[in-house]
């Protein structure tokens, strides 16, 4: 397995397929789960003639299960880590929900100002801030996140299968075609990641404030979301990120559920590629 070690001796896995002088595109995976999730985007792009990159976070898929970390600038630093161990420029940097953070943190604190990366693609993102609060009354009670710490404690391969099944992909909806294939795929990586980062990990993408990280941000970013999110609420997500970006673009898909990049892969990555070219994201 190709893996690098952090600074603090985490060990992270990567993938890196393709061309090495085609421009990168660098995938940065949801929680609770890993590099697998992008599968059809990566097949997609390198067949397209890019190079695809993605790594598993720390303490999920096969990078290691340490301790401690498990919050934004340790997730950015990672991806820093890899990107420059890997010299990747003009790079395309792609998250989706809690990866959609780490884009936001990695690309104003270290891709940026490396010179590193061209554009960014926030896909169902966590930022500017989850989390219900004074300043964000729109956000999401601390009692849901709070549910969530106490449903993984209590039985996580249990709480992971009744999200991959429901709310997730939109299968808990009236006339919904559910995928077993998907739910398991779901499943099988969470639980290929260790509970303790899981467990953090569900603070850092909710209670992590990314408002300037999306003001830093000066790089053309694509920002799309379902309407139909039972995640991210997207009025409350990628609504505001297109406000607090400077150039940003905003297409939102009517009855899109938050793991769109799967259900829907066709429509998302078609997307995706006009906008890495330079042309016209229609809208929905």
């Known amino acids: ?14 993938k890196d397929w393709g061309p090495k002088d085609a421009q990168p595109i660098v995938f940065h995976h949801g929680w609770p789960l890993s590099s697998d999730d992008w599968d ?3 097949l997609f792009f390198l067949a397209n003639g890019y190079r ?11 990078s290691s299960q340490v301790p401690a970390g498990h919050d934004m600038d340790h997730y950015a630093s990672d991806a820093s880590a890899v990107a420059e161990h890997l010299d990747l420029r003009n790079a395309i940097h792609i998250g989706h929900s809690t990866g959609g953070g780490e884009v936001a943190h ?5 891709g940026e100002p490396q010179g590193r990366v061209a554009k960014a693609v926030l896909i169902a993102a966590v930022p500017p801030l989850m989390v219900k609060t004074e300043k964000n009354p ?3 009670p601390i009692e849901v996140f709070d549910g969530f710490r106490k449903a993984l404690a209590e039985n996580r391969a249990q709480f992971f299968l009744d999200v991959a099944s429901g709310p997730f992909y939109g299968f808990n909806r009236p006339g919904a075609k559910a995928s077993q294939g998907i739910i398991q795929n779901w499943w099988r990586q969470g639980m290929m990641g260790s509970a303790l980062a899981h467990y953090q990990g ?3 993408f909710s209670e992590t404030d990314q408002t300037d990280d999306l003001k830093a941000i000066t790089v053309p970013t ?9 995640v991210v609420p997207y009025k409350d997500a990628s609504v505001l990120q297109a406000k607090l970006l400077k150039h940003g673009t905003l297409k939102i898909y009517p009855g899109f559920p ?7 892969a066709g429509v998302i990555n078609a997307d995706i590629r006009a906008f890495i070219k330079g042309a016209a994201v229609k809208a929905a």
């Open 258 to 264: 938050h793991g769109m990049m799967t259900t829907n």
């Open 222 to 230: 694509l920002v799309l979301q379902g309407d139909d999110d039972q």
């Open 40 to 42: 059809a985007q990566m």
């Open 52 to 62: 695809v990159v993605a790594h598993d976070r720390r303490g999920h898929g096969r």
């Open 202 to 204: 569900i603070k850092a």
């Open 106 to 110: 990695y690309v104003a604190k270290y």
């Open 138 to 140: 729109g956000g999401t």
């Open 1 to 14: 397995m190709a893996t690098i070690t952090t600074k603090d001796g985490t060990t992270i896995f990567y």
